[in-house]
C-alpha cells in the first residue's frame, strides 16, 4: 500500500510498504478521509518525543474509515462497519485512569499512520477508542472527532456556561473548534487572530467573532473594551505561546478562568501577576487532550449536526501531497487540508 512515512524532523516520504493485518483484537481500515494538524507540522520539524518515539513510523493522527479486516477474537466490529478512531487509549488500570482522567495516562498508546491507504489499529484502541459511524455522516466531517474531543476537554476544563463571554486566542483550527463549542453551549466566542488570509477566512465562515490581534495594542485592553471594561469570563490560549498565556490571564475580570490549551516550548516560563491571582480567584488550568467519553461526545455531536466543523476544510489532496499539505498549514495557507488516501 502506499504511505506517507516519517523518517525524522523534515523527512517524510510516500512509499510503498506492506499492508497491514490485523493483530488479536484489533482491525484494519481503509482510510476514507485524514485531516492535516498543526500537531503533525510541529512534529516534522522537531519530531514528538510523546507520539512518535520510534522512526521510520507511518505519519497521520487524524482519520476515519472502513474496516476491512477483523482480527481474531476482536469484539464489537464487523467488516464494511464505518468508524471513527482516535489517536490513543489509555490504559484503564493507572492511579490517573482510575481517578477519571485518562488523558493524563501515564502510559498513553498513541497510534499513528492516517495519511496511508490502510491502517492497524491495535486491540486497546479497539477496545477503548474506535466508534461505529452512522450510515449517512461523512467520513471528512467525522475525521474531526479527535480535535473535537480535544476542544470539548478544554471548554470544559474553562467551565464555561451559557451566557459566557469566552475569548480564544488564536484562529489556527484548533482556536476556530474551541470557538465552535463555546457557540455550541450558548456562550459568546471571541476569536482572536493575526490579521490575515486566514482571519478573514475564519471571519467569512461565521463562527464568532473576529478580533485582530493587533488592533488596542495590547490583548488585554482590547477584550477589556469589548467587554465593556469587566474583562471576560474565561479565556482559552490555543496558541502555545508564553507571551499570550500571560496575556490571556491579563484579558480575565474578577473570577476568570484561565485555560492554557496551547503547549508552549519546553522550557518556556510566564509571569504572574500573584495579586490578582488571589484576590480575584483566578482559575488557570492546562488542558491536555481528550478522553473515550469525550470522542465518543464529539462524534454524538457531528453525526446529530449540533457542530458543523465542514468549513474549516480549505483544501482536498491525495496522499503524495501530504507535505505540500503540511507546507500550507505551516505558511497559514490553510485551515484543515483533507487527506483522501484512497482517492486517485
Ligand atoms: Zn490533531
Ligand atoms: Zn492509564
Redesign the pocket.
Known amino acids: 500500500m502506499r504511505a506517507v512515512v516519517f523518517y525524522g524532523p523534515d523527512d517524510l516520504r510516500c512509499e510503498d510498504i506492506p499492508t497491514p493485518t490485523p493483530a488479536l483484537g484489533g482491525l484494519v481500515l481503509r482510510i476514507e478521509a485524514a485531516l492535516t494538524c498543526g500537531t503533525d507540522v510541529k512534529t516534522l520539524r522537531r519530531g514528538h518525543p510523546v507520539m512518535i518515539p520510534h522512526v521510520p513510523t507511518v505519519f497521520g493522527h487524524e482519520l476515519a474509515g472502513t474496516v476491512v479486516a477483523v482480527g481474531p477474537g476482536t469484539r464489537g466490529f464487523r467488516e464494511g462497519d464505518r468508524v471513527v478512531a482516535a489517536n490513543s487509549a489509555?490504559?484503564?488500570?493507572?492511579?490517573?485512569?482510575?481517578a477519571g482522567r485518562?488523558n493524563?495516562?501515564?502510559?498513553?498508546l498513541f497510534v499513528n499512520g492516517a495519511y496511508g491507504e490502510y491502517i492497524a489499529l491495535p486491540p486497546r484502541l479497539v477496545e477503548r477508542n474506535v466508534v461505529r459511524l452512522a450510515a449517512g455522516t461523512p467520513a471528512a466531517r467525522a475525521a474531526f472527532a479527535e480535535p473535537l474531543a480535544c476542544a470539548l476537554l478544554g471548554i470544559e476544563r474553562g467551565r464555561v456556561e451559557k451566557g459566557m463571554t469566552v475569548a480564544v486566542i488564536g484562529h489556527g483550527p484548533l482556536g476556530c473548534l474551541l470557538a465552535l463549542v463555546v457557540a455550541q453551549r450558548g456562550a459568546r466566542p471571541l476569536l482572536v487572530g493575526k490579521p490575515g488570509w486566514r482571519l478573514d477566512r475564519v471571519r467569512s465562515l461565521g463562527i464568532a467573532e473576529c478580533l485582530d490581534a493587533g488592533q488596542a495594542g495590547d490583548l488585554a485592553t482590547l477584550l477589556r473594551d469589548v467587554t465593556g471594561g469587566s474583562g471576560v469570563d474565561v479565556a482559552v490560549d490555543a496558541t502555545g505561546r508564553p507571551e499570550v498565556w500571560e496575556q490571556a490571564v491579563a484579558a480575565v475580570g474578577r473570577g476568570g478562568t484561565v485555560v492554557f490549551f496551547g503547549g508552549c516550548a519546553p522550557g518556556t516560563t510566564v509571569t504572574l501577576d500573584t495579586r490578582r491571582v488571589h484576590y480575584e480567584e483566578l482559575a488557570l488550568v492546562g488542558a491536555f487532550h481528550h478522553t473515550p467519553v469525550l470522542i465518543r461526545q464529539a462524534v454524538a455531536l457531528l453525526e446529530s449536526e449540533a457542530l458543523v466543523p465542514d468549513g474549516l476544510l480549505t483544501h482536498t489532496m491525495g496522499l503524495a501531497d501530504v507535505p505540500e499539505a503540511l507546507g500550507l498549514m505551516e505558511r497559514g495557507q490553510a485551515l484543515k487540508v483533507l487527506i483522501e488516501p484512497n482517492t486517485a
Open positions: 489509555p490504559c484503564g488500570q493507572c492511579p490517573l485512569c482510575r485518562p493524563l495516562c501515564e502510559d498513553l
